[in-house]
């Protein structure tokens, strides 16, 4: 991240510097232009930026009149904020499983079809876009609604079409180490309908639209005025910074093609934006610890499946006292204990991407039986 602030200086110095001086910090110019570019950008009608994409995707059910009774179907492979949002409004989660690449399977969403469900709740996971003609049939079937969360997938792109501008309305999330981060906690919600966008710009600032006068439930969800600045000097770049990372997924591909590791399979064009490269192994474990020694940062993505969280224990509760249910969703669990994130980040140099590529290799095939001569080695004299 360093290294990407100073690659933008001092552009972003310049539009930070241009907030302190307006002093429009809640609610200022940058927002609603941040918002008009993020909207053109995705290919929606409108945008609304919030604090969070937790926000983004909580206001996105409430604004869809989503509460108590209401079933939500989501992924039982995703960060907990997915699942957070569903709980906020007091609805219900109805999980489903994924497939080898975590992403939702629509056969299993289709199958959890009840007269409570509302909505669908995919998310293009890693980067990845979901099966949005086949999600968006099944909602289209059964009279309900569909809502992105597309907290990880900035720019993805599928049929031409980019991730927010398939459902009614869709989440992002601007947190640091997105393809596109603040610097701090942002978010924004896209949608087609300027209904939608309507009660969100009402619910995230204190359910008011004039001053002092409370129409709605009284939120702060409010994207900060800096952080806007902020992220429409990225916002640019984004396109580049996605291409740089397919590039960097090929190069993995092509150095591990060979090891016994499960690889993401290369997305037709554009699908995949590789917010996270995830691989499997069957000995994770030990070959996260051997690239640690070795002082290569990875990360699990994620360790314990969303229905096995301490705080979803009410509802997916143990089956036999004191143990876990590890039967419910097979892939989930799979990927909770074989997958493994590598570093992919854009400014990610090549030669260090192929020094993690060897590292696993040595991990697999041992020390290479001819090392090459280190320099001064093998010299006459
Ligand atoms: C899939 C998914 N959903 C929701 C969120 C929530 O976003 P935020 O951290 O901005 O609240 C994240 C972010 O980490 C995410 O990865």
């Known amino acids: 991240m360093a290294a ?10 310049n539009a930070i510097n241009t907030v302190l001086q307006r002093g429009d910090f809640i609610l200022g110019a940058d927002v609603a232009n941040f918002e008009r570019e993020f909207a053109d950008y995705c290919g929606v009608r409108d945008a609304v930026g919030t604090d969070s994409g937790l926000s983004a ?8 009149g989503i509460g108590p009774g209401d079933e939500v179907i989501t992924q039982a492979n995703t960060f907990i904020a997915t699942v957070g949002a569903i709980l906020a409004v007091g609805a219900t989660p109805v999980l489903v499983d994924c497939d080898a690449n975590g992403v939702i399977v629509p056969e299993q969403v289709a199958a959890a079809i009840t007269p409570r469900t509302k909505i669908i709740m995919p998310v293009h996971l890693f980067g990845w876009i979901c099966d949005m003609d086949a999600i968006n049939a099944i909602a289209k079937k059964a009279g309900v609604v569909v809502i992105e969360d597309a907290c990880q997938a900035h720019g993805a792109v599928w049929k031409g079409r980019r991730a927010g501008s398939f459902g009614i309305s869709a989440a992002f999330s601007f947190y640091p180490a997105k393809n596109l981060g603040a610097y701090g906690d942002a978010g924004m919600l896209v949608t087609q309908s300027s209904e939608v966008a309507d009660r969100v710009r009402t619910l ?14 009284p939120l702060n969800r409010r994207l900060d005025t800096l952080q806007a600045a902020v992220l429409r000097v990225k916002l640019p770049h984004l396109d580049t910074w996605n291409a740089r990372r397919q590039f960097l997924a090929d190069a993995y591909r092509e150095h591990l093609a060979d090891l016994p590791v499960g690889l993401p399979p290369p997305a037709e064009s554009g699908r995949h934006i590789y917010h996270l490269f995830v691989i499997t192994a069957e000995d994770r474990d030990a070959l996260r610890t051997d690239l640690n020694e070795q002082g290569i940062e990875t990360g699990i993505h994620y360790p314990i499946p969303v229905h096995r969280q301490p705080v979803m224990k009410a509802m997916f509760p143990s089956p036999s006292a004191g143990g876990e249910d590890r039967s419910l969703f097979p892939q989930a669990e799979h990927l909770a204990a074989h997958s493994l994130s590598l570093p992919m980040y854009p400014e990610l140099p090549l030669e260090h991407l192929e020094r993690v590529a060897d590292a696993i290799r040595r991990h697999y095939e041992g020390p290479h039986p001819n090392p ?7 010299k006459a004299g």
Not at 372 to 378: D, K, V
Request: hydrophobic residues 35%.
């Open 372 to 378: 090459p001569p280190r320099a001064g080695e093998g």
């Open 57 to 64: 995707l909580e206001l996105a059910l409430r604004a869809a």
């Open 4 to 13: 990407q602030t100073q690659a933008l200086q001092p552009a972003i110095s």
């Open 204 to 217: 995230r600032n204190y359910g008011s639209r004039a001053k002092y006068e409370h129409i709605d439930l």
